[in-house]
């Protein structure tokens, strides 16, 4: 989902009245960034709290390459990672995920060993269907087993559009939530829903309801299904002493535009690129009683921040073992404080731009190779700045491209060079840099290594549901990443 | 000011709080529209109910050209032509214009001749400094005289961007008010401030807070003014009789970015052109106890409909004597209805394209000239669509370009003409647009002549305050209109 798909962002239809009554009712976040502009890189951030070349979640294979966890990847979160929800548990808190992790499917990677107590969902994308020979039907779990599988247990109807996993995961979630209340324990929820991501489904009641097309029918889907679970923890009493977070993994996917692909506003380009389409997300904070109502914050965000506030909340500290890349940003939430801190844009093992207030430095710019774009592979469909979106990697290192997000928000206008604007913003920004990268240790990378062994072939709980497959031989190979 | 320059409609640093507040209040027009992206038409097509086509403010001198009226214009609002406040007269009402009137600066078209009670303003843009020798400064009105001229008595400072002429306005404005009020005079304001035209200011108080730069601050002194506008009417007790509207006469100027141009939102182009970017407006209605607060509504309305929907709620009957292109919106706004109507798209002489429910053909596309292009006037900076956005003029009267203005606002996926629905939508439009054409009547054409005798030398007023200035002889020519 991108920035521009929420009425409360500008979406020229405005079909999410529950998205926005939840921006009316708590804090909208302006400035809110992922970590990185794909999904698995993003969530391991989310969880870890630290940029995906710190938690081994990006590849060395190619240079600034987006990489992520399909069915072949033989990599996953490492043990050494900690994860929110294993933390969040020395405070008593039960931990849930429902819908796709995309931390690696490997049984070392499995969600329940990783901190979370159960979980409805699936280890990766809903791609498919598969014939079950090249490639097996993406398995769904509940806890240890698996339940099924997309396409031929959960089905996924690629012609019509219908699928009702949006259904089957709110209630899950609103079940959660009533287990918790009935039983007095707090709880951290991880509602991590793969409905807007490309094949892009909804269930019967939704389709055909928006102005947009099937991607406006899942958009409404997702905003009805917030709607009720904001509406059942007011109904349950715990509204008020329930952290509510929304937002999303990258900016819309505009290669699937216009029927498949969602909205990033007035933003360049989209997911994979690490212009603002790519990696500036809605945000919304919701805690009535808490968070003043119709607040509007320009603190620059992560979703890496969700770490570390979510650990604020239950009162624990994060490591300190280790660098944390996310901030507390309950003062920010309660107090309306505004804390100094950059945004870093990494691609793969490349930062590629840096964010300090209304500055942004490219120190690289690419939006995909020519070779892809003359596939139909276009990231950044009717938009074209010389010099910015680039088909070639061009490194500028040495004299950054620099905007200002404020005046400039669809980056287009870059600063001249000369200007004393240009070297005064630069100079701290290429400091902040160099500060960054003088102390990162990189991760040791997850997603260089690809083989079709490790497919899910017999996930756990296959035997009792005779789904399991035979896997091919073991052959590995280095992780093909165009992007 | 642009679709997307309001908090409301997205701007991402959301510095419009009351007009975001107006809205909130009030209902939202997301598909409202200008009936020409450029000033000098759209304002007499407000204040007619009609087409510039029908009431003359287009010109013939070139296809498809957008023209307006520069001081050297010799045209201006033909008497026959019905201006709203005409005929809100009969209604004992007491009209007021506030800012730029842009209907022709010569005798004959003062806006006291056409129905306005009060002025203060000026007849042109704000354009200047001038030397007095080529072209004289432009005056500012008040009622039958001028009463001074901007640069010399009405300082615009272009280096630091200060003028503090919004400020004149909004007191000019709230003074009427309460005049009106006090008098129990019922009254019609048309608050037609210049501000964020370029050059763009903003008042000393404005400069500087905008995360935007001098346009933002001028947006904020705009929405800072609208607040105290409607807080004048609350605190006159008369807020729940008196109806507020809204909005911008065309797309924001890109051409003019990124220091003093805005917001198109998501859409394509501005200024200038006929792609959603030039003629989408910001809207809103305000009618406290009338207006249910936090509406939203996807009416196709037009700047036209504003001379329809105030006679409505005068009690008066539009003229029947003549084709009005608005109609009364007041069942949209107090009872939520949608009215199925089209939108035509005009440039000069030219429909470019038209709009019916989600579609929109593109009967001609043209961005601007290469010629002009090459010189660097671009009205889609960093927007680049194959096929659409040429340079050169592109007909599809045969064949139209077809849009799904709700899967696809930017207008960046014609559909395909084989498709079905392709076929369903042209037909539907295409019936509709034969049916506008078969019946309309062009108005003599008012922008073709220019003349710098008929400049600004000597507005009535100049002797008192000893700034007339000479006239050279008369040389009437064919006005230039490039774009």
Redesign the interface.
Known sequence: MG??DL?A??????ETPNLDQMA?EGM?F??FYTANPLCSPSRAALLTGRLPVRNGFYTTNGHARNAYTPQDIVGGIPDSELLLPELLKKAGYTNKIVGKWHLGHRPQFHPLRHGFDEWFGSPNCHFGPYNSTEQPNIPVYRDWDMVGRYYEDFKIDLKTGEANLTQLYLQEALDFISKQQASQQPFFLYWAIDATHAPVYASKHFLGT????L??DAVREIDDSVGKLLKHLQQLGISENTFVFFTSDNGAALIS???QGG?N????CGKQTTFEGGMREPAIAWWPGHIPAGG?S?QLGSVMDLFSTSLSLAGLQPPSDRQIDGIDLLPVILQGKLIDRPIFYYRGNELMAARAG?YKAHYWTWSNSWEEHSKGIDFC?????AGVTTHTQEEHTYLPLLF???????E??PLSFASEEYQRAVEHISGLVQQHKATLVPGQPQLNVCDQAVMNWSPPGCEKLGKCLKAPESAPKKCSWPH
């Open positions: 920035w521009g009425g962002f500008g979406e020229p239809s405005k009316a909208l302006l400035d928006s102005q947009r097309g991607y406006g535009a216009p029927k909205s506003g007035p933003f360049l509007v320009h209304l469909p009717g938009q074209s700045v200002h997000l404020g005046r400039d928000p669809g287009k206008y």
